[in-house]
């Protein structure tokens, strides 16, 4: 028998009982689109990430307090308040960092803002005015504040769009010149921020963002800072900054040893790297889960395979009598098996990449969120390649056992 009439054969078994063939693959089906759709939308959440993070500038580094884990067996080091003043006059001497452009120390928090009746949680954002140019923040009314106002510590700020929303029941107010009262201290509006959507990688719709020394020493009550964002001269010098950063902070510190740092610098392409990683490792766990619907497919159609092998009984006892081979009866039902799971994979990959396309569109259009439809082509080469091995490893027993069928015991099968 010919290699074209094995697969001539196999074909007019498989469509003689449709609704078989179908429900046949079904499971196959539906694994191959859950690993479509799973890595797909997995990759675009990764560029979403990224290209937030690399939106803040690539010569932008960031010092944080406490030592990062250095492998698997580490655990972080935290010292939350192990940057101070001293360490920001440090470095903001240029003989210690001559690569530093800015330089802009930050605090966190959160309270409850309130004006008149209404009141707002909001997450507190202490800065300098340079935040405006490092996060791109255009205010719709008004402007920021000043560095006059972080020098004299002044009750100013500028509020997210859901601060407007929730405080003066309008989202298109203008509050600039009000005064809203947190932690029973009154701040001056000078500005307001347009909504930065669900692409954005913080939520400045709900911060209150004010001089870092106001939030330090009014409503915080710390001396230390929980940030310190630098921007080096160019993407060129970023390294050497971040080298510069870490000498200056250990002399600051008084640390001869890099093992004891207590605070940690991380340039943006690290933050990439470590996303990166993070996202992918995620999404391939998702995958991993997501197989497991394939390998039940891949039973049923075993279980499948030998219902049809026991139905077919005559028939492998009418081929055998009229001369195909063992080999021909094992690549026959071998090929029919291996024909299944490679059209369940390929509706798979067209079912699985339209939902993640769809609810790609769905996100960007419908929330604003800039959402990129990516075709996972390693997606689609594991899926076809795995659905055909699952074909020869769970077709291989049905098939072996039609081979070895007695043609006469299989002649007198009703």
Known sequence: MTIRHRFTTALRGLTTNRSRSF????????????????????????????????????????????????????????YGDSLKVKDLVALQNKSNVPGLKSIMPTVLGADTASYGSNTYQVSIFGATDLMASIFDLNPTYGSFFTQDDVVSSNDVVVVGSKVVEHLFDNADANPVGQKIKIKGRNFKIVGSLPPSGGGSLFNFDSMAIMPYSTAQNYLLGIKYFQRIIIQAVSDAAVTVTADDISSTLRDSHGITDPTKDDFT???????????????????????AVASI??????????????????????????RKAIGATDSDILWQFLIEAIMLTVLGGVIGIILGSSLAFIIALILSRGLGVDWQFIFPWGGAALGFSVSAVI???????PASKASKKSPIEALRYE
């Open 23 to 78: 429900l046949t693959i079904l499971g196959i089906v539906i694994g191959i689109t859950a690993i479509m759709l799973v890595v797909s939308l997995g990759a675009g959440a990764q560029a979403l990430i990224l290209g937030q993070v690399q939106g803040l500038g690539t010569n932008t580094i960031a010092i944080i307090p406490g030592r990062a884990p250095t492998g698997p067996s580490d655990t972080a080091q935290l």
């Open 265 to 287: 610098v991380q340039t943006q392409q690290d933050l990439a790297n470590r996303l990166s990683t993070i996202t992918g490792a995620l999404t391939w766990f998702l995958v």
């Open 293 to 318: 619907a394939l390998f039940v497919g891949g039973v049923g159609i075993m279980n499948i395979m030998l219902v049809a092998v026991t139905e077919r009984t005559r028939e492998i006892g009418l």
């Open 391 to 397: 074909g020869l490893v769970f077709g291989g027993y």
